[in-house]
């Protein structure tokens, strides 16, 4: 069974940086977008940014300008650099897969941005 692995997760301290990384653990045919979505205590999850086969992003207003999703096709991997982290980032991260198949989702890392 795939299975999608993240990393990169942690605590960090508002204005820093951290970097998640998510990777098919087996091949994965017909992939067309993956990305990112979060889900802090008490709320529903939400987009975080999501990148096509072809290299079209889009994010959440919340994050624009500070976080930067990158992927790498071969390696069937998605990326997320966060820079200058704010409490209202903490959340769980987790990575996605959409794709003919259907979807395929990570575990989940927490990320929690202190004051």
């Known amino acids: 069974q795939v299975q999608l692995v993240e990393s990169g997760g942690g605590l960090v301290q508002a204005g820093g940086s951290l970097r998640l990384s998510c990777a098919a653990s087996a091949t994965i045919f017909g992939i067309l977008t993956m990305g990112w979505y979060r889900q802090a205590p008490g709320n529903q999850r939400e987009l975080v940014a999501t990148i096509t086969s072809g290299g079209r992003i889009n994010y959440a207003d919340s994050v624009k300008g500070r976080f930067t999703i990158s992927r790498d096709n071969a390696k069937i991997a998605v990326y997320l650099q966060m820079n200058s982290l704010k409490p209202e980032d903490t959340a769980v991260y987790y990575c996605?897969?959409?794709?003919?198949?259907?979807?395929?989702w990570g575990q989940g890392t927490q990320v929690t941005v202190s004051s």
């Open positions: 996605n897969a959409h794709g003919m198949g259907g979807d395929y």
